[in-house]
């Protein structure tokens, strides 16, 4: 399981814009891909994602640090070059052109043979259905089916990495769910090693092998969703990756894979990685709204009162004020069935141990 088709190596890029402002979009990123997987770059807007890419694809040059292809460091290779293609947000159809004559457009330029042209373009043209639509103008499709032919004029060439810079942007929420499917059951089936941009989490979660959590140009954390979700590295991630309350409390005793806290007046032990963490030390605790239970007023960890209820039908998220003025959020499900707490109800808290995650204290 060692074949790397990418690796970035300590990557840097610095813009500089005027003589006195530079904007560091990239910040020492290493990473590397393994053949057959689709590893998504996930961060808020401004954080480096495209800048990462055109660096891999050619479009842009690191100020420092190396990018590899299959072994091949490629910072001297033209774009054209490198085997990479990339599926933007806006398509980038030639819009004037047909169905057929935009997919085999990287074919022609390679000098394919027109009879070998006429079988690939049929064959990624049926693999998202758009067979028959080989002579429609690309400008007499919706959103999706060009989305769809963006895809396939970038796999018919067969790239050794293809690349996506939020791809579904442009469609509406229903269209897009169905799109990313789409994209992640032909990357898979063909075997095609990936590399995704988006700033949606769900989108990343959803599609992806592992997730590259970038802010300000730096890698935060790689991991599969799970982990990522469960297991942040730090509070940024912890935050940005679903909603989080962080909970103040202290260690009590560290075990081997154990860590005993004091949280609110409860003692609790948190099956965790122990080797960061020492008696006494002040820590934040990550709670995630769904993995606290609504109880009865003195038969949990702490007692809080309902300030607010966002009854979202599946779902209420109420949030609460507990004892010392400070404000969590607990999702309930199935509100139907356990009927909607008022503002102003006193109800207990019960953390579900297994979910709690400790993070050191940021300064
Ligand atoms: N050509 C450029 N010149 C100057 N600054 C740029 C250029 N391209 C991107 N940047 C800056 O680099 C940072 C990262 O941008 P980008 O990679 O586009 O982020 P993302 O794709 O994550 O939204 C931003 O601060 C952006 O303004
Ligand atoms: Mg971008």
């Known amino acids: 399981m060692n074949d790397l088709v990418v690796r970035f190596e300590h990557i840097v890029k610095v813009f500089s814009e005027g003589t006195h402002r530079e904007v560091r979009a990239v910040d020492d990123f290493s990473l590397s891909v393994a053949r057959g997987q689709l590893v998504t770059l996930l961060g808020p807007s401004g954080c480096g994602k495209t800048t990462t890419l055109r660096i891999l694809a050619g479009f842009e040059s690191a100020t420092s ?7 091949r460091c490629v910072n001297d290779i033209p774009p054209q070059k490198r085997e990479t293609s990339m599926v933007f947000q806006s398509y980038g159809l030639f819009p004037h052109m047909t169905v057929y004559e935009n997919v085999a457009y990287g074919l022609k330029v390679k000098h394919v043979p027109k009879a070998q042209i006429k079988r690939q373009v049929a064959e990624v043209l049926s693999l998202v259905g758009l067979e028959g639509l080989e002579r429609r103008s690309v400008g007499q499709l919706s959103g999706g089916q060009q989305q769809r032919v963006a895809l396939c004029r970038a796999i018919v060439t067969k790239p050794k990495v293809l690349l996506f810079d939020e791809p579904l942007s442009n469609l509406d929420a229903k269209l897009r769910k169905g799109t990313r ?7 898979q089936e063909l075997g095609i090693t990936s590399i995704y941009v988006t700033h949606d989490q769900a989108e990343a979660m959803s599609i992806s092998d592992a997730i590259a959590v970038m802010n300000v140009g730096r890698l935060q954390q790689l991991g599969t969703a799970e982990e990522i ?14 909603e989080a309350n ?3 409390a202290r260690i009590i005793e560290v075990g081997d ?5 004091r949280i609110f007046e409860t003692e609790i032990t948190v099956e965790q990685d122990s080797t960061n963490f020492s008696p006494n030390e002040e820590v934040e605790a990550v709670v995630r709204p769904e993995a606290v239970d609504v109880i009865e007023v003195d038969q949990g960890d702490v007692n809080a009162e ?5 009854y979202t039908g599946s779902v209420v998220l109420y949030a609460l004020k507990l004892p010392d003025g400070s404000r969590m959020e607990v999702q309930v499900a ?4 356990r009927g909607l707490l008022p503002v102003g109800a006193r109800v207990g808290l019960r ?3 297994k979910s709690i995650h400790l993070l050191k204290k940021e300064l």
């Open 257 to 261: 894979g154990r860590v005993t806290i």
């Open 351 to 353: 953390l579900h141990r």
């Open 181 to 187: 499917e789409q994209i992640r059951r032909l990357q």
């Open 246 to 248: 962080f909970l103040p």
């Open 306 to 310: 309902i300030l607010f209820s966002h």
């Open 229 to 242: 979700y469960s297991r942040p590295a730090n509070r940024f991630v912890a935050d940005f990756i679903g």
């Open 65 to 71: 640090g190396s990018v590899y292809i299959e072994d």
């Open 334 to 337: 199935n509100p139907k069935e």
